[in-house]
Each structure stands twice: as C-alpha cells, then as structure tokens.
C-alpha cells in the first residue's frame, strides 16, 4: 500500500520546498527589473549585483558565528530574494555602500538576529528600506523619471551607471555627481502630486513635468511588470489571491472615496495603483509567508490594512510612498489578526469568545 | 546613625537581586558587592531596565551622555543618604513621598546648577533633567536599598549605581556619536569649558550622517546590542564556572569510591 506523506492542501505538486518557492519568486520579479532597466538604465541592475552579493557574503558569516549549516541556508535563496527586493525598491543611483549598509541590516539584524529564515516578525528587506529611507533620506528619494521628461534626456549609460554608484560621480559630456544629479532625475509622479502645494489637480497634471504622461507611463509599465509577476505566482498557487486583492481593493475604495469628495485635491484610485509601489508591495512584498497572516481570513484583513496605511501615510504622512511603512505596521499587527481570523474545524461551532457570550451561557 | 533597625525595617517588595546585609550582629557591609552589583550585576541601564525613557532619548553624543550621567548620579547618591537618614523616621504610608520629595528636591538643585554653569548643555537636554525625578531607578534604590541600610553604604550603593547607568549612557553616546556622525567627543566644551573644545576626534572624515543612529531607533538597537554583549559574557562566564564545578565534582566522587 502506498502510503503518501503530504501534507494538505492537496492540490500542489510535491516537492515544493522552500528553494523552489524562492526561486519562482525571484523569477517572477525579473519582468519588473527589465522594465525598471529599459526606462532608468542600469543602475538598478547594478544594485541587484551589489544586494545579492552582500547578501550572501552576511549571511554566511552570520551562520557561521550561529554555527549553523552555511550551505543549506545559502541555498534556499531566501537572502537572494531578500537582497533582490531591497534593491528593486532603491532608487537606480544611490551609493553601492548605501546598498551594502541596507542589506546587511536586512540580512543580520532583521532577519539573522530574529533566528534566521521563518522567524523575522517582520519584513526583513522593509526593514532595510525603512532604515535606508529614515538615514539617507536625499539619495534615497533621487528616483529617476522618464527620460523625455528629464534634462538629460537620455537614459543612463551602463559604463555612466557604474561609474556613478561606486565613485559618486560621472565626467564627460554628462558630468554629473550627487549635487548635479537632477540632470535624469525628477520626483516620482506621486511625490509629485503630493507636493503640488496649493495647484489644483488638473492643473497638476497640466503643469508639473514629474505629472507628464511620459513619466506617469513610465511608472505605469514598471507596475504592469511587477501585476504580471505577481499574476504568474498565482498561477503557480506561491501566493494566494488573498493579500494583494485585498490591497488593491483597500487603496483603490480608499482613494475613490476621498476622489469623489474632493476630486480637485485628492488623486484617482487610478493614480494611486499605478505610479507609486503598489503593485510590487502587493505581490511581493506584503505576501511574504513569514511576517504575513497565514489564515486565508487574516490575509484579507492584513492586506487591506496595508491598503489602508497605503493611502494614509501617502496622503497626509511625511513620506511619498508608503509600502515599507504600512507593511511593517501591519506585520506587527500579524499575529493578532491570525489570533481572531482562525479557520473553523470543520465540524465545529463558532467558538464562543470575547464579549460574544450569548443567552445560553450558564 | 548605623544602628540596626530592625524592628523599624519597611517591610517592602522583595528584592532578589539585593542581599540586605543587616542581621543581628551586624557584619561588615560587603562594599566589594555593592560594586559589583552597581556595576555589572545588577546595572540599573542592563538589568534592571530602568530610566530607558532619559537612556534612550539623550544618548545621542558622548557629551549629552556624560552630562545626564553625572546629573543622574549626584541626584542618586543625594537621594539615597537623604533616605538613609530618615529611614527610621517615616511610617510606611508616606514613604514614597517623602522619597518623591526629596529626589525632587536633589533634581531642582541640579537643574539650577546645570543652568547657571552649564547653560548650552541645560538647553540641550531640556526636559530630561526635571525627569530625572522620574527615573525609576532612584525611587527604586531609595526603597530597595537605602530605606534600610545606614547612611555610608547607601551613599556607595547610589554612587555604583549612579556610576553603573552612566557608564551605559556613555558607552551608548560614544556608539551613536561614531555610527552616526562618524566623530567622537563633539561639543566637550559645554561641560568642561574651554579647556576640551578640541576634544573632537574626527574618526571618519567625508562620512555621510546616519541619521537612523541619531534618531531614537538607533538608541533601541544599540542598547539592545549592549544588553546581549552582557549577557553573553554572563553565559560564557557561567558556563566556565560550571564546568570547573563538574569537574571538581568528578574528582571528589572517585575519592569517595577509592576511599
């Protein structure tokens, strides 16, 4: 008799283990970064080198002193990954040792330091950007617009990408370095839009060159890159549908509410899904398995907690985009959710708990 | 002024951590403990946890650490003579205020004489002196320690502890000064006068402000690295310890059988 050790649900292949989850991620994010590499030149790419290299180097040197297997921990490619998304989410032209400083923090305090991979209460590459973006807040918001858009108009050149993050600046007929810089960059449509200080919103879009269509396209395409990505982990069933609709549907109702109440003021839910972050914060960033909920109940709670902050800290907080910010909120908030959103045994009443004490208590 | 006092000895909330050295006859106070707890054991920053609110909040250069430090530990050791000397005069129910008073009392001196002297500094740490009266840590040697032990060894228990918080407030100054302006000793001279305005060492030039460090997030992670360097010193120490008594242990059970 064949007797089969899997475990439920039964509708995946066997075999899945964490490496191949991990890869199938790190594959899905690779549209984005060709994107994100097509419009803002190498610099990202760059990054992507630098993140996955520090991440290996501390990852061994902390299993080493924890005294763990180096090797079977390298290989799951969990700081890969971790390495990876930090990079995706900096700006193309920041310093390679603000890059190092990110992930190492990510790498050795949020994730080794916690007892490495399924024990991090949070968002270990989040926790890498909100370090970097508290610490180094000018390079960290020098994002790069479209290139029709910008003074240089023209993307940058690989050899220009290189020679800007490790020596800070680039000579020749493109001399730039960190003061100069404005050249190829500009603010994100969404900082943009936050920043327009008393314009109304048609003249926004009218007026400030970070609103052109060019530029809000750009960021359109990087977030198409990031919806296909995701949707191809759905269909690989690596992540449920839960989280990122509920997202989605949060910051879209959020934002469509504030937009019909002052339309001349307030951005479309349109607006708010496309140009910022939105689409790589809910598919691969809020749906990480070890700081997420884990109940299919608690997942829409989270998610939608996340769209919520989303709109809140983008709208009236300090910061321009927000998905660092609201995930990591929400990770605190993860295991409460999980605690009040625990599937039912089937075959069992609904638990009797908190104030809901009925009639029939003796 | 050192008598025993035993009959009017508070009955307070006990205190694992302190051995009260007063029995019948008296022995000699064990001043060597008191260090040891004051500084290691029983650090009030490392242990105890206590006063996070001005640990974490002014640590942000050595300067500001050594102010608050030296304030906090001439108001402990004030507070704890003042408590050794009327511990037999107060009934339990007004303990506390009266203990309440008199470090409130220590902390306006201070207040007013970091202001008269010491004005920049008095700026900078701001609302962190009058809370001063508010770090758990004196009320808890006035009650744990001071309201029953004579004058003398309170006053060397207030100073170790004193010593004891303001050791960690530098150390964690020296670490948020270094990550996050890549300097050490900046602005001495607004507690040592002219004589330390070039105190500054520069350790890293050209470096770029880590503002994570300076901020209170910085002051969380690094305390938190303080506390795990301690105790993974105490664990390794322990661990010696017990096996030096395992294997003394080993040697006399062969005695015995032999014998």
């Known amino acids: ?362 | 002024m050192s008598t025993s006092a035993e009959n009017t000895v508070i009955e307070s909330p006990e205190d694992s951590a302190i051995t009260t050295t007063q029995t019948d006859n008296k022995p000699a106070t064990d001043y060597a403990e008191i260090l040891y707890n004051g500084i290691w054991k029983n650090n009030p920053a490392l242990v105890q946890l206590l006063g996070l609110c001005p640990l974490l909040a002014v640590t942000s250069t050595v300067v500001n650490a050594i102010g608050l430090g030296l304030a906090t530990l001439i108001v402990l050791v004030g507070a704890n003579a003042a408590v050794s000397l009327i511990r037999n005069h107060v009934t339990e129910a007004v303990r506390l205020p009266a203990f309440v008073m008199i470090i409130a009392s220590f902390v306006t001196s201070i207040e007013l004489i970091m202001q008269a002297y010491t004005y920049e500094l008095y700026q900078i740490l701001g609302i962190f002196i009058p809370l001063i009266v508010t770090n758990c840590a004196i009320l808890g040697r006035a009650d744990a320690y001071a309201a029953r032990n004579p004058l003398l060894p309170s006053i060397v228990d207030g100073f170790m502890m004193g010593m004891g918080f303001m050791i960690v407030l530098i150390l964690l100054g020296a670490m948020r000064e270094l990550v996050g302006q890549g300097t050490l000793f900046t602005d001495m001279s607004l507690l040592f006068g002219d004589m330390a305005s070039n105190w500054k060492i520069t350790v890293f030039s050209d470096y770029p402000d880590v503002l994570f460090a300076i901020l209170p997030p910085g002051a969380f992670i690094g305390l938190g690295f303080l506390i795990a360097t301690k105790n993974y010193w105490d664990q390794k120490e322990k661990a010696r310890l017990d096996k030096l008594k395992a294997n003394q242990e080993k040697v006399s059970r062969r005695v015995r059988v032999t014998g």
Request: hydrophobic share 50%; with cysteine; charged share 10%.
């Open chain 1, 1 to 362: 008799m064949a007797l089969l050790r899997i475990t439920s649900p039964h509708t995946q292949r066997t075999g899945h283990r964490t490496a191949w989850i991990m890869q199938m991620v790190i594959l899905a994010t690779l549209p984005g970064l060709l994107v994100q590499t097509w419009l803002f030149g190498w610099g990202t790419f760059i990054q992507v080198l630098i993140a996955i290299a520090t991440a290996l180097v501390c990852e061994a040197a902390v299993l080493k002193l924890r005294g763990r297997s180096i090797m079977f921990f390298l290989q799951d490619y969990s700081a890969v990954l971790t390495a990876l998304l930090l990079a995706l989410a900096l700006p193309p032209s920041v310093p390679w040792w603000l890059t190092v400083t990110g992930v190492a923090f990510s790498i050795i305090v949020a994730k080794q330091l916690y007892g490495g991979l399924g024990n991090n209460p949070f968002n270990p590459a989040m926790i890498g950007y909100a370090l970097l973006l508290v610490s180094f807040p000018v390079p960290m918001t020098q994002w790069f617009g479209a290139y029709e858009v910008t003074a240089a108009n023209e993307v940058m050149a690989f050899t220009d990408s290189i020679k800007l993050i490790f020596t800070g600046a680039i000579e020749g007929a493109h001399a730039v370095d960190a003061y100069t810089i404005d050249a190829y960059t500009m603010a994100t449509p969404l900082d943009a839009f936050k920043h327009k200080e008393g314009l109304m919103s048609s003249e926004a879009f009218a007026t400030l060159p970070a609103l052109q269509p060019a530029n809000i396209n750009a960021f359109f395409w990087i977030n198409m890159a990031y919806l296909a990505g995701g949707l191809f982990l759905l269909y690989l069933r690596v992540i449920t549908w839960h989280t990122p609709v509920a997202l989605l549907s949060a910051l879209a109702i959020i934002a469509g509410f504030f937009y019909i109440i002052d339309s001349s003021n307030a951005a479309s839910s349109w607006f708010h899904l496309t140009t910022g972050a939105a689409m790589f914060g809910a598919f691969f960033i809020a749906t990480d398995p070890v700081s997420s909920c884990t109940s299919n109940r608690g997942k829409l709670f989270y998610g939608a907690g996340i769209g919520i902050l989303i709109y809140i800290i983008r709208t009236w907080g300090g910061y321009p985009d927000a998905i660092a910010f609201a995930v990591l909120l929400m990770n605190f908030a993860a295991p409460f959710i999980d605690y009040y959103a625990q599937p039912r045994t089937y075959g069992h009443k609904e638990a009797k708990k908190g104030l809901k004490t009925g009639g029939d208590n003796p």
